[in-house]
């Protein structure tokens, strides 16, 4: 942290990118520097600046809660930015969680609830990579689906998540956790894909 403070004193341009078009802020995510990127931030430094794989600074934030809770208490930071595959930072924070598997599944990180707070975040947007949801992604998990997953998943279509949405291999959220052996997720989801049906237009 030091380095970078006499760095910017000494007159570093620190929003100049690297050959990958990295910029020294989704350095300091890479690396899990969520000091750093409080003070890049604070210097300027564009959140959403991204690089040649079209990753901005919260994606690579997804893996590291903390992080990623600096970039979304940022004013203007978007929350539904998308890296090239179309992976939005909410695909990428629950996808790091479920992959940490074990006791990192107990409990939802930080800034997945901080993320969901928001009001722009779009919690149907299917991953143009895949035409995978976030409801998708909980449903393949290949453990059993713990509670706090499961409480995600209502959180989710409280806020508006379709269930119903197909992903490329013509499967809904449903499709998937029924092929997984996840029968309780798959339950809800049909109550709420009911529900939702019952409802006037």
Known sequence: ?????????????????????????????????????????????????????????????????????????RPGVDVNVEDRSGTTLLHSLVRAWIRGGGNNKTTLPWAVMRLLEQEEVDASKPSKETGRTVLHEIASDDEPVKQPAADLAATLIRRGADQLVRDDEGRSATD??????????????LEAADHKDACPK
């Open 176 to 189: 998937v956790a029924l092929a997984k052996g996840h029968l309780q997720l798959a339950a809800m989801l």
């Open 1 to 73: 942290m030091e380095g970078v403070r006499i760095l910017s004193e000494a007159g570093a341009d620190l929003h100049r990118p690297d050959k990958v078009g990295r910029n020294p802020l989704i350095h300091a995510a890479l690396n899990g520097h969520a000091h750093v990127l409080t003070f890049l931030l604070r210097a300027g430094v564009p959140a959403d600046d991204a690089d040649t794989l079209g990753n901005a600074a919260s994606h690579y934030a997804a893996g590291r809660s903390g992080c990623a809770v600096f970039l979304l208490d």
